[in-house]
């Protein structure tokens, strides 16, 4: 299995902070990495595909870099509705495996 | 827009086989591949396997044993079966849509993602 790791579990940002999240994968992916996004008690959201494509109505504060085993997520000032778990998937491979999340939390 | 939603029992009893239904409006289950997942606080979210669009199957292989995905286009809705279910089988059960895949099925994403229903395995 591709196992994908993020970094940092968790984080404590500011309205208005600019908020990188790190996704590795074990071997590469080349760009079949996605983001999402997750509430408490809700599914998770489409945020990015293909590391790089802005998913239809997600804010252009978001954005997605990277290829072949690191990539980022990207938050160029962080919203209240931003506050969240943010989790990368990769789909290069079977078993589709999705990172442990990252928690961002108020400060 | 595609709406996905799960149903099925909260609760089954451990060695039995749990069962879950993804209703699919606002598009067809003939088109697109179809995934299950899971979530539990001690495994995060846990891809369990998709149906095609021509019914072709991918399972993970650490369920592959018990698991069978299949769709039924008369109803527009797929369904899971998982078998010899046990207390690590709790979970939220989501239902997605996968699409953006290459010829082969890989490459895609899922959006949407139904609202999950909680599953115990209880006795």
């Known amino acids: 299995d591709i196992q994908m790791t993020q970094s940092p579990s968790s984080l404590s940002a500011s309205v208005g902070d600019r908020v990188t999240i790190t996704c590795r994968a074990s071997q590469s992916i080349i760009k079949y990495l996605n983001w999402y996004q997750q509430k408490p008690g809700k599914a998770p959201n489409l945020l990015i595909y293909?590391?790089?494509g802005l998913h239809s109505g997600v804010p252009s504060r978001f954005s997605g870099s990277g290829s072949g085993t690191d990539f980022t997520l990207t938050i160029s000032s962080l919203q209240p509705e931003d506050f969240a778990t943010y989790y990368c998937?990769?789909?290069?491979?079977?078993?589709?495996?999705f990172g442990p999340g990252t928690t961002v939390e108020i400060k | 827009q595609v709406q996905l939603q799960e149903s099925g029992p909260g609760v089954v009893k451990p060695s039995e086989t749990l069962s879950l239904t993804c209703g699919v409006s606002g598009g067809s289950v003939s088109r697109y591949y179809w995934n299950w997942i899971r979530q539990s606080p001690g495994k995060g979210l846990e891809w369990i396997g998709c149906?095609?669009?021509?019914?072709?199957?991918k399972y993970n292989p650490s369920l592959k044993s018990r698991v069978t995905i299949s769709v039924d286009r008369s109803k527009n809705q797929f369904s899971l079966n998982l078998s010899s279910v046990t207390a690590a089988d709790t979970a939220v059960y989501y239902c997605?849509?996968?699409?953006?895949?290459?010829?082969?099925?890989?490459?895609?994403?899922?959006?949407?993602w139904g609202q999950g229903t909680r599953v115990t395995v209880s006795s």
């Open positions: 149906i095609s669009q021509s019914g072709s199957t």
């Open positions: 293909g590391a790089s």
């Open positions: 997605a849509r996968d699409w953006g895949y290459d010829s082969n099925g890989f490459g895609g994403w899922f959006d949407p």
């Open positions: 998937q990769q789909t290069d491979n079977i078993p589709f495996t």
